[in-house]
């Protein structure tokens, strides 16, 4: 678990630079006030609130409700249940999404950042 200073500072540093995007016309009040809302608390507490539009019938990540799970013999989560490799696999196939749709959005990014700084 990260120290405490180390993760309000992390959030400090969060809110300041939403607060410079939403100054600068790149988010709109509402956004700020829904991105805002979805943060941790300063003592680290996780928020309660999730976005509508980003929870339509998906569940959230949980690390603890995967550790409970991983305590039960009869859940796949377990290390000695019988269907845990393809569990393992699916949940390792959605971090690889994650992780591919990340960078796909970030070259994206630096694509259009290039093209409109030449212009």
């Not at 829904?34 to 680290?44: D, H, K, R």
């Not at 980003?54 to 305590?71: R, T, V």
């Not at 960078?103 to 630096?110: H, I, K, V, W």
Request: a neutral charge; charged letters at 15%; one cysteine or more.
């Amino acid at each position: 678990m990260p120290d405490a200073a180390q993760v309000n500072r992390s959030l400090g540093t969060i809110r300041t630079e939403l607060e410079f995007l939403t100054s600068s016309g790149v988010l709109s009040p509402p956004q700020l006030q829904s991105i805002q809302a979805q943060l941790p608390q300063p003592n680290g507490q996780p928020s309660q609130c999730i976005d509508p539009r980003y929870a339509q019938g998906q569940q959230q990540f949980n690390p603890s409700q995967i550790a409970q799970q991983a305590q039960d013999p009869n859940n796949p989560a377990h290390p000695n249940n019988p269907k845990h490799h393809e569990w393992a696999k699916k949940l390792g196939s959605k971090f690889g999404n994650a992780a591919l749709w990340g960078a796909g959005a970030t070259f994206g990014s630096d694509m259009v950042n290039d093209a409109m700084n030449k212009f």
